[in-house]
């Protein structure tokens, strides 16, 4: 992704309100959901289809918008991470992944 494309993801990111409620689930799922690959996961694609129909709403069109985009945020910062920051960040996502069900520990 160029540097501008990415500061333009940004600036829509932190610009947009939190115009649904799940806009938090969003940007949580994007966090592990993006980290899938740079922190060597392999998640269940059946838990997070479960995941997804426990937690958002059948008619929320806006979510998947959302995800999309946060996720693109999420893969771009991870890009730029030192190896201490990744070590952190794959730690504690590898965490919430469980917690979700969507690995096993």
Do not use: W
């Amino acid at each position: 992704m160029k540097p501008k494309m990415s500061l333009a993801i940004g600036a829509i990111v932190l610009a947009a309100p939190a115009v649904h409620a799940d806009s938090d689930l969003a940007l949580q799922l994007a966090q592990v959901l993006g980290s899938e690959k740079p922190c060597g996961l392999t998640y269940d694609q059946a838990a997070i289809e479960a995941f997804i129909k426990d937690r958002v709403p059948a008619d929320d069109l806006q979510f998947t918008s959302q995800l999309n985009l946060f996720i693109s945020g999420v893969q771009f910062n991870l890009q730029g991470m030192s190896q201490s920051q990744k070590t952190a960040h794959c730690t504690q996502i590898r965490r919430v992944a469980a917690s979700f069900k969507f690995i096993k520990e």
